[in-house]
């Protein structure tokens, strides 16, 4: 007993020998095709722009979350020399900042934005206003010091010596480098935050 529209339930879309040998020819050449061009893509020479290796067009492009110096083994020892501790009745004298970022540092040295002041500090290394890095965020820190007369001095003591325990078991590390004008405006951006 035969159902109706038995041939058709069965049928295939080769008809002919000839299509036969063409779709068993492109099952063999297109996946051939793909690998030799799949090849041809990985091993071919990617050749970057000079011009987009070069030391400022690098520091251009990381400028909104970083800071790049770049200089040679004689700008090292220079900044390695202003970055020493100044003798007790000595001025210390700024690190001498790479062009790409000379500005941040200038409106900091200015006593205007504290934000470029944390930066040149490196204290946004660990440190943000909303939210955990390595230490508390500025939030949190202004939220506990709410209310305190003494913040402003037990946060530069904190700066100036370091410490561990109250946020936790990673310390932060001592910065005695910090000036006291420039100490004051940065603690007075963290203890406004809200």
Same mark, same amino acid.
């Given at each position: 007993?035969?159902?109706?529209?038995?041939?058709?339930?069965?049928?295939?879309?080769?008809?002919?020998?000839r299509q036969l040998v063409v779709v068993i020819v492109l099952a063999f050449a297109v996946p051939v095709i793909g690998i030799?061009?799949?090849?041809?893509?990985?091993?071919?020479?990617?050749?970057?722009?000079?011009?987009?290796?070069?030391?400022?067009?690098?520091?251009?492009?990381?400028?909104?979350?970083?800071r790049v110096e770049v200089g040679d083994a004689s700008a090292e020892s220079s900044v390695a020399k202003a970055a020493a501790?100044?003798? @007790?009745?000595?001025? *210390?004298?700024?690190?001498? $900042? +790479?062009?790409?970022? #000379?500005?941040?540092?200038? %409106?900091?040295? =200015? !006593?205007?934005?504290?934000e470029a002041l944390l930066q040149k500090y490196g204290c946004l290394a660990c440190h943000a206003t909303d939210k955990k890095?390595?230490?508390?965020?500025?939030?949190?820190? @202004?939220?506990?010091? *709410?209310?305190?007369?003494? $913040? +402003?001095?037990?946060? #530069?003591?904190?700066?100036? %010596?370091?410490? =561990? !325990?109250?946020?936790?078991?990673?310390?932060?590390?001592?910065?005695?480098?910090?000036?006291?004008?420039?100490?004051?405006?940065?603690?007075?951006?963290?203890?406004?935050?809200?």
């Amino acid at each position: 007993m035969q159902d109706e529209g038995y041939e058709h339930a069965h049928s295939s879309l080769i008809k002919t020998p000839r299509q036969l040998v063409v779709v068993i020819v492109l099952a063999f050449a297109v996946p051939v095709i793909g690998i030799i061009l799949l090849t041809q893509f990985v091993t071919r020479s990617h050749r970057p722009d000079p011009a987009a290796l070069a030391s400022e067009a690098v520091a251009a492009r990381i400028q909104p979350v970083a800071r790049v110096e770049v200089g040679d083994a004689s700008a090292e020892s220079s900044v390695a020399k202003a970055a020493a501790p100044a003798p @007790a009745g000595a001025a *210390a004298a700024p690190a001498p $900042a +790479p062009p790409a970022v #000379a500005a941040a540092p200038a %409106a900091a040295a =200015a !006593g205007g934005d504290s934000e470029a002041l944390l930066q040149k500090y490196g204290c946004l290394a660990c440190h943000a206003t909303d939210k955990k890095i390595v230490g508390p965020p500025y939030r949190e820190v @202004a939220a506990k010091y *709410a209310g305190d007369k003494d $913040a +402003p001095s037990k946060l #530069a003591q904190k700066v100036k %010596a370091g410490g =561990a !325990g109250n946020w936790g078991q990673v310390p932060m590390p001592p910065n005695p480098q910090v000036p006291d004008n420039d100490l004051q405006a940065m603690i007075k951006f963290v203890l406004a935050q809200k």
